[in-house]
């Protein structure tokens, strides 16, 4: 499926037929002129279905399918038959997505995990959707930024910046990852929690009821620091 989707994908951009898979069913060769990833990526931000009810979902939490299909000229049928593929996908995250409310649910902190690292990967600038142009705080940021290794994919300011939105999203929808992750499930110290500990409680405050606080906090720890997904 996925191959037969990338063939597609390819040959829409080029103009051509594009056989990624070749004769032996099992080599998966791309053309030469095939496009730079800048040009696929923004031909996925157009035309990925799975990309745009990702964040149909972050963004409108209240809509359902049909509100989906309608926003997108689609049939509820094509729209059903296409996403539920989408299941075998994500059986490994341990979250399930319910197609006709498109509701994902499941455990809060590995669909935060999957949403950061696939729209980091395709869509990094999902912060140009409306429901995200309050950014965090810069100072936030910037202390959050200045724990990390400079060299440390993570450590980037715009990949902190992406994941705090999908959290503070999730949380406005009004989701919230179980309270049993500690200190001791991730290596932390003391004095990287410290950096910015008070201003990254008073900032989720903001949208986190009191007594989940310590939780959206340890959530995002596990997370940034990681990478890993809490299972």
Not at 22 to 41: C, F, G, H, I, M
Not at 75 to 94: D, G, H, M
Request: proline share 6%.
């Amino acid at each position: 499926m996925i191959i037969t989707e990338l063939e597609t994908d390819l040959s829409n951009i080029l103009g051509k037929v594009i056989p990624i898979l070749q004769d032996d069913k099992e080599t998966l060769l791309l053309p030469a002129d095939s496009p730079n990833d800048s040009v696929y990526r923004q031909f996925l931000l157009e035309n990925s279905l799975i990309i745009r009810v990702f964040s149909f979902i972050l963004t409108c939490p209240e809509s359902n399918l049909d509100d989906f299909c309608q926003k997108n000229f689609l049939s509820r049928a094509t729209a059903f038959r296409r996403l539920s593929n989408l299941q075998e996908l994500l059986a490994p995250y341990r979250f399930k997505l319910n197609i006709s409310q498109l509701k994902l649910t499941g455990n809060e902190l590995a669909i935060r995990h999957f949403l950061g690292t696939l729209f980091w990967s395709i869509k990094p600038d999902l912060k140009t959707n409306p429901s995200l142009k309050d950014l965090p705080p810069a100072q936030l940021i910037d202390s959050i930024v200045d724990t990390f290794d400079e060299h440390m994919a993570y450590g980037t300011r715009n990949q902190i910046v992406l994941f705090l939105q999908i959290a503070e999203l999730r949380r406005k929808a009004g989701y919230y990852p179980k309270s049993d992750l500690t200190p001791d499930d991730f290596p932390l110290c003391d004095e990287v929690r410290r950096a910015h500990h008070l201003e990254f409680t008073t900032y989720l405050a903001r949208t986190t009821p009191a007594d989940l606080v310590a939780a959206e906090e340890l959530a995002f720890y596990f997370q940034m620091y990681t990478g890993a997904i809490y299972t």
